[in-house]
């Protein structure tokens, strides 16, 4: 779900590890989700997208899953790399089935250490 | 292949001012989007429009905001007489025809009002 505040929660793994990046939504009619990595100074840039009819999508090093029973949604990196370090953003679809307004979540500052 | 492009990417305008940021969508895409950031949040939508037409700007403030996305040129997010609280990064985002949901982001304008 949508939430404010001043501080970005953070995660620090070593280059190599896997990482896992949460997101919780409030609205259980929503029925597309999108996670967007945003580095500094740039635009959110599209990572994967999941529909709510599934419940794990892989991508190039990246998998999603959503739980739909407690509206929960993960982003999994394996292998991270430096490269990955940015703010890892979920959005949900929430314009009760028009698709286009997208909500995004607070965002999780991913720093990757060599 | 061209993405989203936006200018300028920043912007400095005094009090009482105005701002016009500007936004070309990917090419064969006719849907726009403008959505806000301020500082360690997620984007907040503000408007969407196709060719001429303003689709939903639920998210716009009712005063000062205005946007169109006309038939020849790029969509242009306007905010008159600025005032302090509107400085933040403005992102537009474009999506290809009716139905697909994915919206890719411009690099953003950052807009600091003195």
Known sequence: ?114 | NAGVMQNPRHLVRRRGQEARLRCSPMKGHSHVYWYRQLPEEGLKFMVYLQKENIIDESGMPKERFSAEFPKEGPSILRIQQVVRGDSAAYFCASSPLPGTDTQYFGPGTRLTVL
């Open chain 1, 1 to 114: 779900g949508e939430s404010v505040g001043l501080h970005l929660p953070t995660l620090s793994v070593q280059e190599g590890d896997n990482s896992i990046i949460n997101c919780a939504y409030s609205n259980s009619a929503s029925d597309y989700f999108i996670w967007y990595k945003q580095e500094s100074g740039k635009g959110p840039q599209f990572i994967i997208d999941i529909r709510s009819n599934m419940d794990k999508r892989q991508g190039q090093r990246v998998t999603v899953l959503l739980n739909k029973t407690v509206k929960h949604l993960s982003l999994q990196i394996a292998a991270t790399q430096p490269g990955d370090s940015a703010v890892y953003f979920c959005a949900e679809n929430s314009s009760g089935g028009s698709n286009y307004k997208l909500t995004f979540g607070k965002g999780t500052l991913l720093t990757v250490n060599p």
